[in-house]
Nanobody, 125 residues
Framework: QVQLVESGGGLMQAGGSLRLSCVASGQTFSSYAMGWFRQAPGKEREFVAGISRSGGGTRYADSVKGRFTISRDNAKNTVYLQMNSLKPEDTALYYC??????????????????WGRGTQVTVSS
């Protein structure tokens, strides 16, 4: 089992940048594909970005392509989400998730086995 703790959220003006971090417990971090999801009030949780176990493969939601970058440091058990050119519609609670033994990067919430509690990102116009 793995525990995930997100950090780095906050209040930012439109056009600004934030970097989210997610630290995983345990010694098998490199065996998990990792994903970032977000959920705005009244909306379903949606996929934002995902990264393969080695970091060699990534996927992004169309809404964040070219603005957000996911990366990971397996030596530090950490996955990052660099968010640039933030927009008010990026406002949401951002979750980190781990997909055990994944052979590819999944975009569905049901594919992920472990979840963090989330970090709030608020973008003002």
């Amino acid at each position: 089992q793995v525990q995930l703790v997100e950090s780095g959220g906050g209040l930012m003006q439109a056009g600004g940048s934030l970097r989210l971090s997610c630290v995983a417990s345990g010694q098998t971090f490199s065996s998990y594909a990792m994903g970032w999801f977000r959920q705005a009030p009244g909306k379903e949780r949606e996929f934002v970005a995902g990264i393969s176990r080695s970091g060699g493969g990534t996927r992004y939601a169309d809404s964040v392509k070219g603005r957000f970058t996911i990366s990971r440091d397996n030596a530090k058990n950490t996955v990052y989400l660099q968010m640039n050119s933030l927009k008010p519609e990026d406002t949401a609670l951002y979750y980190c998730a781990a997909d055990q033994q994944a052979l590819e990067v999944h975009t569905s919430t049901w594919a992920y086995d472990y979840w963090g509690r989330g970090t709030q990102v608020t973008v003002s116009s």
